[in-house]
């Protein structure tokens, strides 16, 4: 058996210096590849950061659609004309964009006519419609049980329009524009129930600068009156005429794109170029103005009486 010749040192020295650059080049490739995987990862991080920020800035920037202040049916004026408790005149509804038709008292069946602006919110409303509260010092019978029964025994037509100014007064619940809401979809869905809901939410109006009520407590006070119809829950729910209720304001408080500012109110002698609060009560023309006491204020219904006969000249129960 013969030995195999060994290397000489010159060979093992060059085998090793082989050895030595074959491990520096695995070394040096496996380096470049992860700087290769490092900066790729970085680019790919900077690609999909710099995509959100476009995403987020075109969200941001992206124009908001106008609101659609298409109105309810049966206020086609901004308002509901009604001839009793249960019956009113029937329109057709505010296209998305248009403006109302101002009603033509000419062809109602009424001697009397009258027009009520009101915020759902405002206590003084309350005081008008219902004799208000303790806190306001209006303590009296208010009108809602007289407009009532001269409605019913056909003296009387009552156009109705709720608005909405009061927002602020329930600490960011708008209470105001929902209130006025509700009233739009009572009015496109049962608008026969449309007084006594209008009654209801005045009886269990929230306190001004309160939280306002919930959408759900809303509709259990429409649900309360017999306006049940599932379709009137979803579109207080749904907000559907939120839109219109800020164009209706807007109509009457102040010039905006659907408003001609030099426009008076409709039917008001001498013209009234538009209402600075709640409520604004016209009869006939004339726009009521009680004087601010206890005795003969906003609650007071005698007093409204009085100002409705020599008003229209006539006699009512």
């Given at each position: 058996?013969?030995?195999?010749?060994?290397?000489?040192?010159?060979?093992?020295?060059?085998?090793?210096?082989?050895?030595?650059?074959?491990?520096?080049?695995?070394?040096?490739?496996?380096?470049?590849?992860?700087?290769?995987?490092?900066?790729?990862?970085?680019?790919?991080?900077?690609?999909?950061?710099?995509?959100?920020?476009?995403?987020?800035?075109?969200?941001?920037?992206?124009?908001?659609?106008?609101?659609?202040?298409?109105?309810?049916?049966?206020?086609?004026?901004?308002?509901?004309?009604?001839?009793?408790?249960?019956?009113?005149?029937?329109?057709?509804?505010?296209?998305?964009?248009?403006?109302?038709?101002?009603?033509?008292?000419?062809?109602?069946?009424?001697?009397?006519?009258?027009?009520?602006?009101?915020?759902?919110?405002?206590?003084?409303?309350?005081?008008?419609?219902?004799?208000?509260?303790?806190?306001?010092?209006?303590?009296?019978?208010?009108?809602?049980?007289?407009?009532?029964?001269?409605?019913?025994?056909?003296?009387?037509?009552?156009?109705?329009?709720?608005?909405?100014?009061?927002?602020?007064?329930?600490?960011?619940?708008?209470?105001?524009?929902?209130?006025?809401?509700?009233?739009?979809?009572?009015?496109?869905?049962?608008?026969?129930?449309?007084?006594?809901?209008?009654?209801?939410?005045?009886?269990?109006?929230?306190?001004?600068?309160?939280?306002?009520?919930?959408?759900?407590?809303?509709?259990?006070?429409?649900?309360?009156?017999?306006?049940?119809?599932?379709?009137?829950?979803?579109?207080?729910?749904?907000?559907?005429?939120?839109?219109?209720?800020?164009?209706?304001t807007a109509r009457v408080m102040g010039p905006d794109a659907n408003t001609n500012p030099a426009s008076p109110l409709p039917n008001t002698t001498p013209s009234i170029a538009k209402i600075t609060g709640t409520p604004t009560v016209i009869v006939n023309g004339k726009q009521y103005a009680p004087a601010s006491s206890v005795t003969t204020g906003w609650a007071n219904a005698a007093a409204f009486k009085s100002f409705v006969e020599s008003t229209a000249g006539v006699t009512l129960p």
């Amino acid at each position: 058996m013969s030995n195999a010749a060994r290397p000489s040192k010159a060979d093992r020295q060059s085998a090793a210096r082989e050895k030595a650059r074959i491990m520096r080049e695995v070394e040096q490739k496996k380096r470049r590849r992860n700087r290769f995987i490092v900066q790729g990862s970085v680019g790919l991080a900077i690609l999909i950061v710099a995509a959100i920020v476009v995403v987020i800035v075109v969200q941001v920037t992206k124009p908001v659609p106008p609101a659609n202040t298409a109105g309810p049916a049966n206020m086609i004026s901004d308002g509901i004309v009604l001839t009793g408790t249960t019956k009113n005149v029937t329109t057709g509804a505010i296209a998305n964009g248009g403006v109302d038709t101002p009603t033509d008292q000419a062809t109602l069946k009424a001697k009397v006519h009258i027009t009520i602006y009101e915020d759902l919110q405002c206590p003084i409303c309350n005081d008008f419609e219902s004799g208000g509260d303790p806190a306001s010092g209006q303590i009296d019978t208010g009108n809602d049980t007289q407009l009532a029964a001269w409605l019913d025994a056909g003296l009387v037509d009552v156009e109705i329009h709720p608005i909405s100014f009061l927002d602020s007064s329930s600490n960011g619940n708008k209470y105001s524009t929902r209130a006025a809401n509700a009233m739009a979809c009572v009015a496109n869905y049962a608008p026969a129930d449309f007084f006594a809901v209008n009654k209801a939410l005045y009886q269990n109006q929230p306190a001004e600068n309160g939280s306002g009520k919930t959408d759900d407590q809303i509709i259990s006070v429409v649900q309360g009156v017999g306006a049940t119809d599932t379709t009137i829950a979803d579109c207080i729910r749904n907000q559907t005429y939120v839109g219109w209720v800020s164009a209706a304001t807007a109509r009457v408080m102040g010039p905006d794109a659907n408003t001609n500012p030099a426009s008076p109110l409709p039917n008001t002698t001498p013209s009234i170029a538009k209402i600075t609060g709640t409520p604004t009560v016209i009869v006939n023309g004339k726009q009521y103005a009680p004087a601010s006491s206890v005795t003969t204020g906003w609650a007071n219904a005698a007093a409204f009486k009085s100002f409705v006969e020599s008003t229209a000249g006539v006699t009512l129960p």
